[in-house]
C-alpha cells in the first residue's frame, strides 16, 4: 500500500560491496585471511589507540558535529582553511553529498567503467545517469577518452581515482592539471584520493584550492582507521558551503574524530605502513614473476595479477575463498582478467601465496 | 563557475542543532555542564566500553556492513526479523533516508512545528514541501490536528516522536493506534522512539512490524553510545529492501557496533540509567516547584520548565551559557516559553540548579 517515491522505487536493488562477514556465513567459513577491502593490515597507530581508549568512556557525548580540532590539523596539513574542509564517515559518505549536491537527476556523471562502484551506486541512487569511458588496454585510465566523453555527454561531475582502484596506475600531476583544464568548465572533477598516501606528496596534483575539484581522503588505508568510519573532502570555500547545507552534521562519530586527530600526528608510523606497502607490493610483484603471471606497477596498497582471462581470475578468487584467503577483483574489461590483492603482513602473503599455488594448479589458464 | 544542482542551490544554508564545542569557542568557555543535547551523563555500559577496548586494535578493519550479529541481536530483542531491521549511524541518518526514499521533490512531509528540526532539514534537503500542526497548549502533541493537516495536505511522510521531542510527552498506545488508522492510507508515519527506553514497554505500540509504521531506535540516549552513532529503524520488509537500496553500506563503525551489541546484553546497566533518569526528572521537577516555575511531565530524559515567555526562556538559556551551563529551549510557539534541560549526574543538577537560582533574580518574569 505505501510505496516508496517512484525515482527510488527504480532503482535497481545493488550493493556494492559483499562485506567479507557475508563471505564466511555463506560459505561456512570460520576465518579469513582478509586481503579484499585494501584495509591496513597494519593496525592503526598506537597513538591513536591509546587517545581513542582513553576517551572510550565519554563516547556518551556527542563529538563535535563541526570536527573543529581535527579540521584545524588538516588545515595545517594541506595548507588551506578549515572553510574549505568537510569531514565525514568515509569518503562513501562525502561521494554520496557531491553526487546528491551537483548531479541533478537525468544530469550526467562520469567514470570509468570498472572503477570504484560505489560512485555509481550514488549516482544511480540520485537519479544520474552514469556514462562512462573505458581503462585503457594496460589498465590505465583514459584521460584523452574521458574528455571525449565528457565533452560529448557534458557531465556535471567526473570521477577519477588518483591512484587508481581497482588498477592501483597512478596519473602524475601534470598531466592530472592538463586533464582537469581539457575538461569542459561546468564538470565538477571528484578526485578520489583514498591512496593518496602511498605515494610522494611532490607527485601529486598541486594543494591550491581549485573550484573545479574536489578532493577527497581518508583515514581508512593508510592511517590504518577503516573501522571508525573517517574521511574528508578538501574543495573551495563555495563547495563546502554547498555539502554544509545537506551534510549529516552528527554522522562521524566522536572517537573516530580522536583517533583521526592523534594517528595524524604520529608521522612515524605512517611512514612505517606506507614501508610496509612497498614490500608487500614487492613481495606480490616476485609472487607474480614466479608463476608466470603478469601484474600491475601500483602506487596504492594492492596488486593486480593477470590471470589471464576473466573466468580463470574469478575462478581463482572463488577456490582462494574456499581455502580462507579473500580477495576481490576487477569486475568490467580490460581489467577483469586480474585479481586485486591488498597488501598484507608477511604471514599474510604468505598464506595468499599458498593459496595461489594451490589453486593455479587446479585452474588451467 | 560550477553551480550545484538548482534543487540543491535552492536549499537555505541551516544547521539544525549549534554544537556545544562551537559554543564555547564562540563565548570563550574552557568548560561546559552538558545538559543541552539528552546525552547520558551516566555513561556508556562497561561492559560496552571494555568490548570496543579490546577491537581498537582491530579497527583497521570495516565493520560488517550488515551488522549482522547487532540485527540478530534486535531481531530477538524486538521479536522480528533480521530483515525488518536496517541499521545506521544514529536516528538521524535513517531519518534521512526515510524522508530520501518516500518524499518525492515537491511532495509533503508533516510534522509538528517547533519538533524534533533534523527532520525538517532532511525534508528540506530532498526537495520536500513541510507541513505542519501545532502542539496543544499543554504541550502534548496534538493528534487531532495532524490528521486534518494529513487529509487536507496528504503527506507521504508524518513524522511523530513518542516520546516527543522537546516536549518530553507521551502519547499511549492505544491513542496512537487509532491515530495511525485515521491517517490517509498513503502515509507512512515514521515514528521517531529515541527515548522509548525511558517508558515501560507495554505502554509503547505494539510491537508487530506495521507496513504502515518505520520505528527508529538509538543507542544514544539509555545505552550512552551518543558519540558512537548507531541507530536503528525497525519496519515491513518491503520497506526495509528500499532503504537498503540508498543507504550508505559502509556508514557504520565497526566499535560502534561493538559497543551496542555489548550494551543490549547489559540490562542491569540500562535499568540503572533509566533509574538515575527517573531521579533526575523528580529533582528538576522539585527545583521548579521550589522556584514557581511550571513544568511539562517527562516521559524522557530531559524536562521542559515553563519561563513564562519566550524571551525570558532564551534570556535565561543564555545566561545560564555564561555561567557555564549548557541547555536548549524549544523553537516555536507555544513551547518556546520553555527552557529544556537534560538528565544529569547530582554534581550536574547542582550547577544548573544553582545557576538557575541566581539568573531568575537577573531575568526577571
Known amino acids: 500500500m505505501i510505496r516508496p517515491a517512484p525515482a527510488i522505487a527504480a532503482i535497481p536493488p545493488t550493493t556494492p560491496f559483499i562485506g567479507p562477514e557475508q563471505l564466511m556465513r555463506e560459505h561456512g567459513l570460520e576465518s579469513l585471511v582478509r586481503l579484499g577491502a585494501n584495509e591496513s593490515a597494519f593496525g592503526p597507530s598506537p597513538r591513536a589507540v591509546e587517545a581513542m581508549r582513553a576517551e572510550l568512556e565519554r563516547l556518551s557525548w556527542y563529538g563535535d558535529p563541526e570536527s573543529f580540532a581535527l579540521r584545524t590539523a588538516l588545515a595545517r596539513k594541506h595548507g588551506c582553511r578549515i572553510e574549505q574542509l568537510v569531514v565525514g564517515s568515509g569518503i562513501d559518505e562525502l561521494m554520496g553529498l557531491v553526487v546528491r549536491a551537483f548531479v541533478a537527476p537525468g544530469g550526467a556523471a562520469l567514470t570509468t567503467r570498472g572503477s570504484y562502484p560505489t560512485f555509481n551506486y550514488h549516482v544511480s541512487g540520485y537519479g544520474g545517469r552514469l556514462v562512462t569511458a573505458d581503462y585503457r588496454a594496460d589498465g590505465r585510465l583514459d584521460l584523452d577518452a574521458l574528455i571525449a566523453v565528457a565533452r560529448a555527454e557534458r557531465p556535471t561531475v567526473v570521477y577519477l581515482a588518483n591512484p587508481d582502484n581497482p588498477s592501483g596506475t597512478f596519473v602524475e600531476r601534470d598531466e592530472l592539471a592538463r586533464f582537469v583544464d581539457a575538461l569542459p568548465d561546468d564538470a565538477l572533477v571528484l578526485l578520489d584520493e583514498a591512496y593518496a598516501d602511498f605515494v610522494d606528496a611532490g607527485r601529486l596534483i598541486a594543494p591550491e584550492i581549485d573550484d573545479r575539484i574536489v578532493r577527497t581522503r581518508t583515514f581508512s588505508k593508510a592511517y590504518g582507521l577503516a573501522g571508525a568510519r573517517i574521511g574528508y573532502a578538501i574543495a573551495s570555500d563555495a563547495h ?24 595524524l600526528e604520529d608521522e612515524a608510523f605512517h611512514a612505517h605502513v606506507v614501508r610496509e606497502v612497498e614490500a608487500s607490493r614487492e613481495a606480490y610483484y616476485a609472487l607474480a614473476r ?46 577483469d582478467r586480474y585479481v586485486r590483492v591488498s597488501a598484507g603482513t608477511a604471514p599474510m602473503r604468505e598464506a595468499f601465496a599458498a593459496a595461489l599455488r594451490a589453486v593455479l594448479d587446479e585452474v588451467p589458464a
Request: proline fraction near 4%; charge should be positive.
Open 290 to 335: 614466479e608463476l608466470g603471471l603478469g601484474y600491475l606497477e601500483s602506487y596504492t596498497n594492492f596488486v593486480c595479477i593477470d590471470l589471464g582471462s576473466a573466468s580463470r581470475a574469478t575462478r581463482v578468487m572463488n577456490e582462494l575463498l574456499e581455502r580462507g584467503v579473500w580477495i576481490r577483483k576487477p569486475g568490467a574489461p580490460p581489467l
Open 240 to 263: 563546502v558551503a554547498t555539502l554544509q547545507k545537506i551534510r549529516l552534521h552528527y554522522g562521524v562519530n566522536r572517537n573516530a574524530q580522536i583517533g583521526a586527530l592523534a594517528s
